[in-house]
């Protein structure tokens, strides 16, 4: 079960190479170097039928949230939610991370001068700073935040203005993570790539580097996990081991009918030093399965 398990939780890759807005400007901006890049597209998941099922569950969990979007609209007749198009984070091996956004219908004109309607219904007053390419501001919360706006809709975000300057310096497009970017669609819903080596016993090899996505699409959601290890034959060991244990799940009887259509549909192959698994479920399905879970656990 352990080799499925670190298998399954990898993000996984298709074979179209459409591209995000944020990873268009993101390419430009991230440096070479870093462990983990994550794209996120909101457009698919705003528009799934799972989304509008939790997302009222999601923001009554949420504190004060919906109370903030509430006073967004109402003081700047901006739609957070809908100001968001896509998202791209980058991340050191040392946990450093920097959030590039591409926004749609608003740009940082409109976004200064909204900061400084709330921070004025709050009694606060909002501080605009400039330092070189960085933009600080302040008087809105307990922190200072640092932004570097890459164009009129697109902007870099980091904890402070050191990160933020040597996270955007470019070269990630001659990276090795910048090249199995390329590899996939970053225009799915969600899409990734770890570069980080680890051993995994179970197989006696090696895992260098994960990419991949997950997307929404006709109501279903769709994964193809690559795995990169040090060989072939560790890959081919991989994907006896997992085929057996997914055979083993399936066999044993125990698994709930709200799953069973998902673990039916994944497969599990090689392609050199490659170990890709590929699944699918639908929105209904999933859907079910959370409700499941979120019963589960509110037993305890």
Not at 11 to 22: K, N, W
Not at 81 to 88: E, R
Not at 160 to 171: A, V
Request: charged residues 20%; hydrophobic residues 40%.
């Amino acid at each position: 079960m352990k080799t499925l398990a670190v298998l399954l939780l990898s993000l996984g890759a298709t074979a179209a190479h459409a591209e995000s807005r944020a990873w268009t400007t993101a390419k430009k901006a991230l440096p070479g170097g870093l462990q983990t890049v994550v794209g996120v597209n909101l457009t698919p998941i705003k528009t799934s039928a799972l989304y509008q099922q939790l997302l009222p569950v999601a923001m009554a969990k949420a504190g004060g949230a919906q109370e903030h979007l509430d006073k967004l609209k109402a003081t700047c007749g901006l739609d957070a939610m809908g100001m968001l198009d896509s998202v791209v984070l980058g991340m050191t091996s040392d946990d450093k991370t920097v959030v590039i956004i591409q926004l749609k219908g608003t740009n940082q004109k409109a976004l200064e001068a909204c900061g400084q309607k709330v921070a004025k219904a709050d009694g606060k007053k909002l501080t605009i700073t400039k330092d070189g390419a960085v933009t600080k501001y302040s008087g809105m919360g307990d922190d200072d935040a640092y932004v570097k706006w890459l164009s009129k809709d697109s902007l870099a975000i980091a904890e402070d203005k050191d990160t933020l300057t040597k996270l955007t310096t470019g070269g990630i497009a001659r990276d090795s993570v910048g090249a199995e970017v390329g590899k996939l669609s970053t225009d799915a819903a969600l899409w990734g790539v770890v570069n980080k080596s680890q051993d995994i016993p179970d197989l006696g090899g090696k895992m260098s580097s994960a990419y991949g996505t997950l997307d929404l699409k006709a109501g279903s959601l769709a994964a193809d996990v690559h795995l990169i290890m040090d060989s072939a034959k560790t890959a081919t060991t991989g994907a006896t081991k997992a085929q057996q244990q997914l055979d083993g799940i399936k066999k044993s009887g125990q698994v709930p009918k709200q799953f069973t259509a998902a673990i039916d549909s994944i497969t599990v192959k090689t392609s050199g030093a490659e170990l890709v698994l590929d699944g699918h479920v639908t929105e209904a399905d999933l859907a079910s399965m959370a409700g499941m879970l979120s019963a589960l656990a509110g037993s305890h």
